[in-house]
Structure formats: structure tokens, C-alpha cells
């Protein structure tokens, strides 16, 4: 198993993945430069991504293939996801849930209301309009737990 940052090549992969786990894809970024996959061979089995906005990181995508879960692969990409975004001057990020709040809590992710999340991601896509109003607002402050510089 290896995660590597996505290709526009391995694009129709992901947005296959998305929608065979009822993950929106139609609002995926034109460029991925803040995706990463992980993969099994050639065969994309997990992904996760983040929106920037200024100090602030959306993290969305998440999503590992049913036969490939429980094997510690969510939990490799949302750390490194998390590290490249505190090397890249995140110091917070954020992320509506449908379904995974009680995994993101083990990974020390907060509880929040959309009063509490920066003007800036009411502009994503994920708040706007692709995530309901019920969805579970989170964040997680990055700074404090990422203090080497990761490449």
C-alpha cells in the first residue's frame, strides 16, 4: 500500500470511488494538487483531500473501498493530509460528516457549529450547497500538534 498525490489521469478512478460510497464528485477541484491516493498496485482503494482557504483547510473525500477498511488506511491519509497542511501553513482544519463524526472525534477533531467556522469556506462548495444543513460541522487545530516541517 503506497499514497501518492493524485493525477488528473487517475480522475474518472476517483470520481468512481466517490460515488460508489455516495461521495459527491461533481465539485471536485479541475487541478487535485491537495488530493492523495492510496493505492493497492495500479488500483485506487482510498482518497482524501483538502480546499485551502487562506490559514484554513477543508478536508473532504475522504473514503476508503468497502473491502479495503479496517486496515489503518483512513488513518494514514487524514495524518498526512493533516501534516502536509500544517507544513503549508494551515492552522486549522475543518470538515462537514454525514456518517464518519465518531471517527473524526477519535482523531481529535471538535464538535462545532457553522457559527463558529471562518466567512472564507461559506464560499466552498461543501458548505454552499453539496453538504446538507444537518451535516456535523468539525475542526481540529493543526499547528499546535504539527511542529516540524514535513516535505
Given at each position: ?18 460515488k ?10 479541475e ?34 473501498h468497502?473491502?479495503y ?41 471538535q464538535?462545532i457549529t ?36 514535513v516535505?
Amino acid at each position: 500500500m503506497r499514497i501518492i498525490k493524485a493525477t488528473d489521469q487517475s480522475r474518472n478512478e476517483i470520481i468512481n470511488l466517490l460515488k460508489s460510497n455516495n461521495l459527491p464528485a461533481g465539485d471536485l477541484p479541475e487541478v487535485l494538487d491537495e488530493f492523495y491516493t492510496a493505492l493497492d498496485g495500479q488500483r485506487i482503494v482510498g482518497l482524501i483531500g483538502m480546499e485551502r482557504y487562506s490559514h484554513y483547510g477543508l478536508l473532504r473525500s475522504m473514503v476508503v473501498h468497502p473491502e479495503y477498511r479496517n486496515k489503518q488506511i483512513a488513518k494514514k491519509l487524514v495524518q498526512l493530509l493533516e501534516q502536509k497542511a500544517a507544513s503549508s501553513g494551515i492552522i486549522t482544519m475543518y470538515l462537514l460528516t454525514e456518517t464518519a463524526e465518531k471517527y473524526f472525534i477519535r482523531n481529535n477533531y471538535q464538535l462545532i457549529t457553522r457559527k463558529e467556522v471562518p466567512e472564507a469556506l461559506f464560499r466552498s462548495s461543501e458548505f454552499s450547497h453539496v453538504c446538507p444543513v444537518s451535516a456535523t460541522v468539525m475542526k481540529k487545530e493543526l499547528q499546535r500538534q504539527f511542529t516540524t516541517v514535513v516535505q
